[in-house]
């Protein structure tokens, strides 16, 4: 499956940004999708997940009642929104699909992802 993440670019701290991640090649409601970020000097890590269907939903500490992950399987896209952003919310987000049947939690690290978008760069200025 080919991923072209979208949306991000430069805000202000309180700021909000919705990133797009468009899927194509394989049939989108088979994969399980999270975002994952990385900060510069920092390794890759999670954000947020949701299931194939969009039942279940996972959120890092970091951007829980902040950040909302969800998914439109007939537009094979799944989206962030971002709301309250912070400085160290700045980094390139990825994301990334995993096929199966695992509880949302599989889907959190980064060894089970099996395809990766190229990323998008938001940046939160103080």
């Known amino acids: 499956v080919q991923l072209q993440a979208s949306g991000g670019g430069l805000v202000q701290a309180g700021d909000s940004l919705r990133l797009s991640c468009a899927a194509s090649g394989r049939t989108f409601s088979n994969y399980n999708m999270g975002w994952f970020r990385q900060a510069p000097g920092k390794e890759r890590e999670i954000v947020a997940a949701i299931t194939r269907s969009g039942s279940n939903t996972y959120y890092a500490d970091s951007v829980k009642g902040r950040f909302t992950i969800s998914r439109t399987n007939a537009k094979n896209t799944v989206f962030l929104q971002m709301n309250s952003l912070k400085p160290e919310d700045t980094a390139v987000y990825y994301c990334?699909?995993?096929?199966?049947?695992?509880?949302?939690?599989?889907?959190?690290?980064?060894?089970?992802?099996?395809?990766w978008g190229q990323g998008t760069l938001v940046t939160v200025s103080s």
């Open positions: 990334a699909a995993s096929g199966g049947y695992s509880n949302v939690l599989y889907y959190t690290s980064s060894e089970n992802v099996e395809y």
